[in-house]
């Protein structure tokens, strides 16, 4: 004879299912979960134009344009020694070769580097200012959608229901407001004014 056709149920196994059947319904009927929505910030950056103002902005400064230059500048020169490595006969040539561009190379970084801080200065200041700025239209079309909650989409949102997106009412809401001529950074949220122009 089998074990389980003499198995009897017990009556705290009928009320444990019980509770859980009741707790699962109570959940579900009578608890007020949370709507929840995603704002994809990248397109919402780039739809309503701020990558074209950014990428203008930055060509009128000094420190671009110099850091421009010396890009430019370090790649012919390494260019150049490179075409003589392939062309160096002897193995002394080669190492003062390779000194040469191990030197361009240390020469380019140490003047490169200040350029590159006040770049990111800049972009996350533009960021700073953008979010700030768009924070009033996310609030606007999340109360208009009866939203509690609303995310910045990436790696860490797994799944969204379309429902759940709000980008596109985000973007129709900032567009018009985004295409003012106004400063890309906001001094109020403490960021520098770009130098250099």
Known sequence: MDMNENRKVRWYEVMYVVVLVGLLAWSVFFMNPHKVAVVDMDRVFKDVGMLQKIEKERQKMEFYNKGTAMVQAYNT???????KMDAAKTQVEKDKLTAQI??????????IQ???GQMQQFESGS?????KRLQPFINKVAQKRGIDVVVYA???ILYVRNKSDLTEDVVTAAKEFFA???P???LALGGAAPRGR
């Open 127 to 131: 960021v700073a200012t953008f979010r």
């Open 102 to 111: 191990k030197a361009s190379n240390e020469m380019f970084q140490q003047g």
């Open 114 to 116: 200040p350029i590159q």
């Open 184 to 186: 890309l950074i906001d």
């Open 77 to 83: 020169r390494i260019k150049s020694l490179k075409e």
């Open 180 to 182: 003012k001529d106004m």
């Open 154 to 156: 990436g790696p860490n």
